[in-house]
């Protein structure tokens, strides 16, 4: 497993070890020791969710706070345009973002820590998205900060509009988002 630093302090990109012979391929998802190796702390997954998505939906920016959680995200078919925004006022990249594309071809995952926004636009005609995390959903803490942000000017590879559910539609811009200290 190859794990490489992003231009956002935290956030990391996993390449897993794909084994593939005659009969299809293998390959190991999580291993809970090289990972917080990685990312140096003990970290507990508490919930999984998968959601499934048709082309050019665009989902988030998401993120919770007081209780916040950290993701790790992979595809597990299909194809998007993951987005990760450091939401951390302390941080020297604070309203910065990285994107990768993931896929379930390339089998790509990013480690999103608490801190952060996230969002991804599906780039394939379904992709179903897997990510785990370290603290359960409550919708109470949950925000979202406006996709089209142009403090944030992330560069979507957008042809036309998304398809947005009404929450992201009322995402606040990030003068307005509660954010992290």
Avoid at 5 to 12: D, H, I
């Amino acid at each position: 497993m190859r794990i490489t630093p992003t231009t956002l302090p935290g956030v990391l990109l996993i390449e897993p070890r794909v084994f593939e012979d005659a009969r299809g391929w293998f390959l190991e998802s999580f291993n809970a020791r090289q990972f917080e190796a990685a990312v140096g702390a003990n970290v507990q997954f508490v919930q999984d969710n998968v959601s499934h998505s048709k082309r050019h939906v665009l989902r988030g920016l998401h993120y919770q706070t007081p209780q916040s959680q950290g993701k790790l995200v992979q595809v597990i078919s299909g194809e998007i345009f993951d987005i990760a925004v450091d939401l951390r006022r302390s941080s020297s990249a604070f309203g910065q973002w990285v994107g990768h594309i993931l896929s379930a071809e390339n089998h790509h995952q990013v480690w999103i820590p608490e801190g952060f926004a996230h969002g991804f636009l599906t780039l394939s005609d379904t992709a179903n998205v897997l990510y785990k995390v370290t603290n359960y959903y409550a919708p109470e803490c949950e925000h979202t900060l406006a996709w089209n942000e142009p403090a944030l000017n992330i560069q979507w590879p957008l042809q036309g509009e998304p398809v947005l559910s009404e929450k992201d539609k009322q995402g606040l811009n990030l003068q307005m988002a509660p954010v992290f200290d």
